[in-house]
């Protein structure tokens, strides 16, 4: 068997702090565990150190419309058709600590995806500041124009 099936949940963990106002339950995060690739010679052969965590955006309880919208449509690239959340960590040896690389990682792309977003504010440039930049380019322009052959005068 190359990739282990087993989902597990940890009950040791209560809850997944995400921010402030939003603490998921444990209960709604599973684990995964395969054989990681790469160098590692018997080791990376028998045991399964890598870890996808898994969180199901789409049904969770926990999450409120706006919230599951927002992640939905920002991490779009990471969710699948079923509105899974995958996280893959083979970072290290260590299933453990791998299990906490991915956590991490979990937790900082919900931080990152619920965060709002300031709505940018159009400005126009100043009169000044226009008039800095003809100045610009018409020195840019003199330069450029001192590079030039000189012309040469066709009745000569």
């Given at each position: 068997?190359?990739m282990?099936?087993a ?20 209960g ?20 399964e ?17 706006a ?12 969710v ?71 012309l ?5």
């Open positions: 068997m190359l282990s099936d989902i597990e949940a940890f009950p040791a963990e209560d809850a997944i702090i995400i921010e402030s106002g939003l603490v998921i339950p444990a709604e995060v599973r684990y995964r565990f395969s054989r990681s690739s790469g160098p590692g010679g018997q080791h990376v052969n028998r045991s150190t890598r870890v996808e965590l898994l969180f199901d955006v789409a049904h969770s309880p926990t999450l409120t419309e919230q599951r919208g927002r992640l939905l449509s920002r991490l779009a690239g990471m699948d058709g079923e509105g899974v959340l995958r996280v893959v960590s083979a970072a290290t040896r260590s299933q453990v600590e791998n299990r906490a690389d991915a956590l991490r990682r979990f937790q900082a792309l919900l931080r990152s995806a619920l965060r709002r977003r300031k709505r940018r504010i159009p400005t126009q440039p100043s009169a000044a500041a226009r008039q800095r930049r003809l100045d610009q380019k018409r020195a840019r322009s003199r330069i450029k124009q001192t590079r030039r052959p000189a040469r005068d066709e009745h000569e």
